[in-house]
């Protein structure tokens, strides 16, 4: 398996709160991703990262930012959540783009609730 | 329309049966495709790539059809453990932004 790792995996909080989730791996890939997963929806693009200080914004980017100062580092901020952001948020990593761009490897995900 | 289309299914089938689901894509120019296996309350981990016409893993048989834009994943032989949702990606040609599919649950029972 790939290593990724994401922390918190579980995490309550209320509304307005600022909430960090972090996404680790060791596989030193070049491209991040943040997904949301939401019954009836599927996974939904965050936030992406092809590099160092490099980002964009996905499908679903707003009341979200990111930030990635390492490789091997991609953290999600949540600015003052809220309880449409309750949610399954899963990191993922691949190593090229383009055609190869779907060969990803998530992250074992974290549950967030707010309350 | 879409850019990646599943049939949600469920596809309930017995133990022992083959089972094929389709997913449709909108560009025409596409040329990779992806199946992913997501189990409940996992991860989506990679099942099976494929670059051209097909590709073939075990019991696992993923087939495209250019002419029609969809690719199609067929199981032989189901097994209790093949019970998951399966996602169909299929990449943008000059971005990063990866569109998943829905996904099609199947469900194999004793």
């Known amino acids: 398996d790939a290593g990724i790792t994401q922390s918190p995996r579980h995490k309550v909080t209320e509304t307005g709160t600022p909430v960090t989730l972090r996404c680790h791996q060791t596989?030193?890939?070049?491209?991040m991703y943040w997904y949301r997963q939401d019954p009836g929806h599927g996974l939904r693009l965050i936030h992406y990262?092809?590099?160092?200080?490099d980002t964009d914004k996905g499908e679903v980017s707003d009341g979200y930012s990111v930030s990635r100062s390492k490789t091997e580092d991609f953290l999600l901020t949540l600015e003052s959540a809220t309880s449409s952001q309750t949610s399954v948020y899963f990191c993922?990593?691949?190593?090229?783009w383009g055609q190869g761009l779907g060969e990803q490897y998530f992250g074992p995900g974290t549950r967030l609730t707010v309350t | 329309r879409k850019e990646v289309e599943q049939d949600p299914g469920p596809f309930n089938v017995p133990e022992g049966a083959t089972v094929a689901f389709n997913c449709t894509y909108s560009?025409?120019?596409?040329?990779?495709f992806f199946w992913y296996r997501q189990d409940c309350r996992k991860e989506p981990k990679l099942l099976m790539s494929?670059?051209?016409s097909g590709n073939e893993d075990g019991r696992f048989t993923a087939q495209l059809n250019r002419a029609s834009q969809y690719i199609s994943l067929l199981i032989r032989d189901s097994k209790l453990s093949d019970s998951a949702t399966y996602l169909c990606?299929?990449?943008?040609?000059?971005?990063?932004?990866?569109?998943f599919g829905a996904g099609t649950t199947v469900t194999v029972r004793a």
């Open positions: 993922a990593i691949s190593e090229t």
């Open positions: 560009n025409s120019a596409s040329q990779s």
């Open positions: 494929v670059y051209s």
């Open positions: 990606v299929v990449p943008p040609l000059n971005d990063y932004k990866l569109s």
């Open positions: 596989e030193n890939h070049r491209y």
């Open positions: 990262s092809y590099g160092v200080k």
